[in-house]
């Protein structure tokens, strides 16, 4: 019964702070249009670069053209969860260099959680209104389709943040790891949105585990394709141990951590 | 009057001498201060690593399905080579509308007018001392990458010749495309968007995925038509596969673009100019 209060807790703060974060930048409102506009486009042009690609090429290793709508709409669907939602994960390194994290440690919610929650970016709207958009218009999928395309964006938002949390912590240890960071999470998002059948050998056992390309992309498309338990086991299993390993990384991040005896505020 | 006219003759001479000094030695500082992060700029090439290598796999497998060796006048080989070679001037951009758009926004701007020297010539001189170095990093990791996987190079003289002219020239339209961007902080709130959905049709439209023939009809014609495709098709495209004919209307499609181009630029920094409010203080 307490788990569940708190439970419901958690997710009221992530609520509100979704909300505040969303009319904080709905302040600049032509801004906010332009950017999330742009970055529809944006996703709209690389699925044109597929469309002419099948329409040249038809078949690669039997995938077709909806098969990438739905690995385009799973993928910018959970990375646009991840950073409205949970924008403020990639700024942990810096935090972690700044001694930003002072503020955040005082408060009485989980800190990683507070940490990532803080801040949105508004571009990620546009992202949710392409996978969105293009899942519906384009896939033409059924109510239970529709229902597990919303369970399997949720985990693939929280595979994007816990590898981009496990990524920042590392700052933790190695001193400034922004620009691997963005590195490594640039690489996830480019292997997330190709067709996991044209990675052989070494590379795809990669993509399984150091980075986990194919839980975001391979298995969800899989899944929506024809659903099986035990891939849904796995997929639930993959997302739960990478939330694990990035909370893990956090803890044992947090104990090497220096104050930087920042004065900071949380309006 | 002669010996008037040589004398103004010589002054002039000597003040384009001069000015040309001044840049050289902005573009100098720039490429002396981005060799000093070397690591960092390795770093970054680093991703064209990742990207090259996941369109390689694309590409290795089409060639496989299809049983062809050759398509659209590409073999995988000479593929490969074309998207290092696009990939190398595209991952090499500064983030140059950022950098106007906050000296506009901070009043920075006011400070860098009131120096000896042209705002936009002092700043393509930095951009392009940044943009040098990424460039020729991409390109020696991007040929360590092909040769690796697909051997070497099916360059021929020309084309290697060819190549540095056709990529300063891309560079430049680059400049002047971000830069007018980045001035249009006198009147939006927000520029990123734009130089982003510039920076994206010039990867799709311009091939950077695939070269341009590689795309079905009509597409193929209008994306040929339109500016992006001398921005890194073309480029690209003439050092894998150098053809005489197509280099001379490279050379006159980038030099239109780059007049055309600089006039807007030319007009928008004048408007923009004289929205600059200066206060002492």
Redo the contacts between chains.
């Keep these: 019964m307490l788990s569940v209060k708190r439970l419901i807790s958690t997710l009221r703060l992530i609520a509100s702070y979704a909300v505040a974060n969303t009319q904080a930048v709905m302040e600049?409102r032509?801004?906010f249009i332009?950017?999330v506009?742009?970055?529809t486009?944006?996703d709209s042009?690389?699925l044109?670069?597929w469309w002419?690609?099948f329409?040249?090429?038809p078949?690669?290793?039997g995938w077709q053209i909806t098969d990438i709508v739905i690995l385009w709409a799973v993928s910018a669907c959970g990375f646009g969860i991840s950073a409205a939602v949970f924008g403020n994960a990639r700024q942990l390194s810096s935090l972690v260099m700044n001694g930003g994290l002072d503020a955040y440690l005082s408060m009485p919610r989980y800190s990683l959680l507070h940490v990532c929650i803080a801040a949105t970016d508004p571009t990620a709207w546009g992202d949710i209104l392409f996978a969105v958009g293009a899942y519906l218009f384009l896939v033409h999928p059924n109510a239970i389709h529709i229902v597990f395309f919303m369970v399997l964006v949720i985990m693939t938002s929280f595979i994007f943040t816990a590898f981009m949390v496990i990524l920042c912590s590392l700052a933790f240890f190695l001193g400034n790891t922004e620009?691997?960071a963005q590195?490594m999470f640039?690489?996830l998002i480019?292997?997330s949105t190709?067709?996991m059948?044209?990675?052989h050998g070494a590379?795809r056992l990669l993509l399984f585990t150091v980075m986990p390309a194919g839980f975001i992309s391979f298995i969800p498309l899989q899944l929506l394709r024809h659903f099986t338990w035990p891939l849904f086991g796995a997929m639930v299993g993959a997302t739960v141990l990478m939330v694990l390993i990035a909370v893990g990384m956090f803890e044992l991040g947090l104990r090497r951590y220096e104050s930087g005896n920042l004065l900071g505020m949380q309006a | 009057m002669d010996a008037v006219g040589v004398r103004s003759e010589r002054r002039v001479m000597q003040r384009w001498r001069l000015a040309l000094l001044k840049y050289a030695a902005v573009l100098r500082v720039s490429v002396e201060n981005n060799l000093a992060y070397m690591m960092?700029v390795f770093?970054?090439a680093?991703?064209l690593v990742?990207?090259v290598f996941?369109l390689s796999?694309?590409w290795?497998?089409?060639f496989a399905?299809?049983k062809e060796k050759i398509l659209s006048g590409f073999s995988i080989n000479t593929m490969i080579w074309y998207l290092i070679a696009a990939e190398s001037i595209a991952l090499s951009l500064p983030a140059l509308t950022k950098r106007i758009d906050q000296e506009v926004r901070s009043g920075q701007l006011a400070y860098l007018l009131g120096r000896p020297c042209s705002y936009i010539l002092y700043n393509f001189a930095h951009y392009l001392g940044e943009r040098l170095v990424r460039w020729s990093m991409n390109c020696l990791v991007g040929a360590g990458l092909a040769t690796l996987m697909v051997g070497w190079p099916p360059f021929t003289w020309q084309g290697l010749l060819a190549w540095p002219l056709v990529s300063l020239l891309a560079m430049s339209i680059d400049f002047v495309a971000y830069f007018c961007i980045g001035l249009f902080a006198f009147w939006?709130?927000?520029t990123?968007?734009?130089s982003?959905?510039f920076s994206?049709?010039t990867l799709?439209l311009g091939g950077v995925?695939?070269p341009l023939e590689?795309?079905?009809q009509p597409?193929r014609s209008i994306a040929l038509a339109l500016p992006f495709g001398a921005i890194l098709y073309g480029p690209a495209r003439t050092l894998v596969h150098f053809e005489v004919d197509r280099f001379y209307q490279l050379l006159l499609q980038q030099i239109l673009m780059l007049v055309i181009g600089g006039v807007i630029l030319l007009v928008i920094y004048r408007v923009a100019l004289r929205r600059v409010n200066i206060n002492g203080g």
């Design positions: 600049y032509a801004a332009v950017q506009l742009t970055m486009a944006n042009l690389w044109f670069f002419t690609y329409h040249q090429f078949l690669t290793n620009g691997l590195q640039g690489a480019s292997f190709y067709p059948d044209i990675f590379v | 960092e770093f970054r680093l991703l990742v990207l996941i796999q694309l290795k497998t089409t399905l299809h939006f709130e927000e990123q968007a734009f982003f959905v994206r049709l799709v995925l695939a590689i795309f079905p597409f």
